[in-house]
T-cell receptor, first 114, second 114 residues
Framework: AQSVTQLDSQVPVFEEAPVELRCNYS??????LFWYVQYPNQGLQLLLK??????LVESINGFEAEFNKSQTSFHLRKPSVHISDTAEYFC????????????FGQGTTLQVKP | KAGVTQTPRYLIKTRGQQVTLSCSPI?????VSWYQQTPGQGLQFLFE???????NKGNFPGRFSGRQFSNSRSEMNVSTLELGDSALYLC?????????????FGQGTRLTVV
């Protein structure tokens, strides 16, 4: 069975500092990996995704994530965070089979302090 | 292009009642998935519909059911509500529901059972 582990439930960081949100997955088959962001009282928004090809994927707002097959990881990084990045971040892996099922980690709350 | 629309946004029900939540996917999307989000259990997959057929189902009791109409709109129903059903219910749509396609989420319906 596939699973996702987000190693930190909360990550406090000061504005303009770098941040890394960790995600490890477990799967016996090829996977597709996603990072979603959720702002208070909102749904989920896709931040970035790894489907195939380059293992380093980037979002339009400065986040990047690297797929590491040997370490079964897909950590999310940003070199300099802003107050507006405060949100909950979810790592997800596609379920097996021909479905759209996503398996989510427990989420990491990023708290950016001024 | 309109996003995924979920109605209502907020709902308060009494234990033992039933409730129906609605989800209108992005135009052209044929796959609709439902997720339950709670502080304790995180995001859990309920079920997925594709072309009016349930394609995948999560580990929830039979009180949770759903359906999809010919226009791809979907409803989920919860009968005999319990306090533990209080949650944010999220709907996601995608074009094909295949593992490598992006899922777009609605803002959710927050259900409170009293």
């Amino acid at each position: 069975a596939q699973s996702v582990t987000q190693l930190d439930s909360q990550v406090p960081v000061f504005e303009e500092a770098p941040v890394e949100l960790r995600c490890n997955y477990s799967s016996s088959v090829s996977v597709y990996l996603f990072w979603y962001v959720q702002y208070p009282n909102q749904g989920l928004q896709l931040l970035l995704k790894y489907l195939s090809g380059s293992t380093l994927v980037e979002s339009i707002n400065g986040f990047e994530a690297e797929f590491n097959k040997s370490q079964t990881s897909f950590h999310l990084r940003k070199p300099s965070v802003h107050i507006s990045d405060t949100a909950e971040y979810f790592c997800a892996v596609s379920g097996s089979g021909n479905t759209g099922k996503l398996i989510f980690g427990q989420g990491t709350t990023l708290q950016v302090k001024p | 292009k309109a996003g995924v629309t979920q109605t209502p946004r907020y709902l308060i029900k009494t234990r033992g009642q039933q409730v129906t939540l609605s989800c209108s996917p992005i135009s052209g999307h044929r796959s609709v998935s439902w997720y339950q989000q709670t502080p304790g259990q995180g995001l859990q997959f309920l079920f997925e519909y594709f072309s009016e057929t349930q394609r995948n189902k999560g580990n929830f009791p039979g009180r949770f059911s759903g359906r999809q109409f010919s226009n791809s709109r979907s409803e989920m129903n919860v009968s005999t509500l319990e306090l533990g059903d209080s949650a944010l219910y999220l709907c996601a749509s995608s074009f094909s529901g295949r593992m490598n396609t992006e899922a777009f989420f609605g803002q959710g319906t927050r259900l409170t059972v009293v």
